[in-house]
Every structure is written in C-alpha cells, then in structure tokens.
C-alpha cells in the first residue's frame, strides 16, 4: 500500500508557541490530503481538506487562522498551529490519497501535547 | 441521521470466532467503500476497499456491499486477540474526502 509520513510523532511546546506538524505522501503524488484531529477514545474529526496549489478548504468550527496548511507539492503538506494552547493538545493524522474514488492512506499521527 | 453509522458496539467474541461489523450510508452515490482498523494510540490503517456489489476476501477478512441496501460489511474468520481495535467503516462518492462511521469497538477474547 501507499505510505504516509508524518513529522514529528510527537511534540511538547509552550503555551503560546506555534508548532509545525509535515505529512508527505512517500510513494504517490497526493493532489489532496486530509488534516484530522483526534481526542481521546472519540471519532476522528476532519479539519480540513489541502489541496496542492490553492488555499485549504476547512470544515466548520475550525479556525484557518490558527491551523495554518500549506499543500506547495504533490507530495508534501504542512499544518502549523499557531499560538497553541492546552486546548489545541490532541492526535493530529494527515491522510491523502492518489487515485479519485481510492481510499486515503493515513500517516502515524502526530501526538502534540502543549504545557 | 448520521451520513455512515456503525454498529454502536462495544463488540466482544471469542478467540475463533467470527466478528461481524455492519455499516451503513445514507448517499446513494457513493462509489467507493473502505474498511479502516485503528489500534488504540494509533491511526487508521487500510484493511479493505471494495467497489462493487458482492463479497471481496483478503484472507481472514471479508468484505460485503450491497448498493441496493447502502450496507456495507465485514466479516473476520477465526478472530485473534490482535484484531481487538476499533474499525472505521468509510464511504466516498469520488474525487474528494471519505466519510467515516464512528467506528466499532471490537474486542476478542482469548
């Protein structure tokens, strides 16, 4: 299958920093990934869809300009979350996919954990 | 109602039994089907993909799509403890994001 990457698995930072989380796509160009976020034994949440070469498409409730997403290849998008807070800890998963109508193919997660 | 709802679960069987997940959805374009297991801690690996009417193996899984019903399944044969996780059931119409179920929790009992 496909692989996913991401970068860090994990990271601690101080209240009020601003934190940059890399997923790329290893063997596939990915046109569109997915930013996710997920808590504790709840469901995964899309946060928004990265498509390369234009602006993020951010679902409802989520703020773009505290989680940044820069999609500059095909194989490469970025999310920074600006100016976190305690709050903002959780799992951040990016997936993407290759092929219209294929499955996504998700990273390792990034486990972000703000004092 | 929920675009892709799950058996609400807890799911618990025995070791060597079969698991069976249900999932169903409610866009009758959809085209694509996936099955996704996530171990605690962990994100969502790919388990299966089906895309047209029937069943579709891939050793001890089996995957289910009726069109006809919007019900999509999967079987596990001879369950083991490592396929204790939660399964995420997936829907796509084509081009752009999947729509997850909630998932089911299964558990397998030695």
């Known amino acids: 299958g496909a692989v996913v990457s991401q970068h860090p698995s994990r990271v601690i930072c101080k209240s009020g920093t601003s934190v940059k989380i890399e997923c790329r796509s290893l063997?596939?160009?990915?046109?569109?990934m997915f930013w996710y976020r997920q808590f504790p034994k709840q469901s995964l949440m899309l946060m928004a869809t990265s498509n390369e070469g234009s602006k993020a498409t951010y679902e409802q409730g989520v703020e773009k300009d505290k989680f940044l997403i820069n999609h500059a290849s095909l194989t490469l998008s970025t999310l920074t979350v600006t100016s976190a807070h305690p709050e903002d800890s959780s799992f951040y998963i990016c997936?993407?996919?290759?092929?219209?109508?294929?499955?996504?193919?998700f990273g390792p997660g990034t486990r972000l954990l703000v004092l | 109602q929920k675009e892709v709802e799950q058996n609400s679960g807890p799911l618990s069987v025995p070791e060597g039994a079969i698991a069976s997940l249900n999932c169903t959805y409610s866009?009758?374009?959809?085209?694509?089907f996936f099955w996704y297991r996530q171990y605690s801690g962990k994100s969502p690996e790919l388990i299966m993909s089906?895309?047209?009417?029937g069943d579709k193996e891939d050793g001890r899984f089996t995957a289910q799509l009726n069109k006809a019903s919007q019900y999509v399944s999967l079987l596990i044969r001879d369950s083991q403890p490592s396929d204790s996780a939660t399964y995420l059931c997936?829907?796509?119409?084509?081009?752009?994001?999947?729509?997850f179920g909630d998932g089911t929790t299964l558990t397998v009992k030695p």
């Open positions: 063997d596939f160009q990915a046109t569109t």
């Open positions: 997936a829907v796509k119409a084509n081009a752009g994001k999947s729509t």
């Open positions: 997936s993407a996919y290759g092929l219209a109508g294929g499955p996504e193919y």
């Open positions: 866009d009758r374009g959809s085209q694509s």
């Open positions: 089906i895309y047209s009417n």
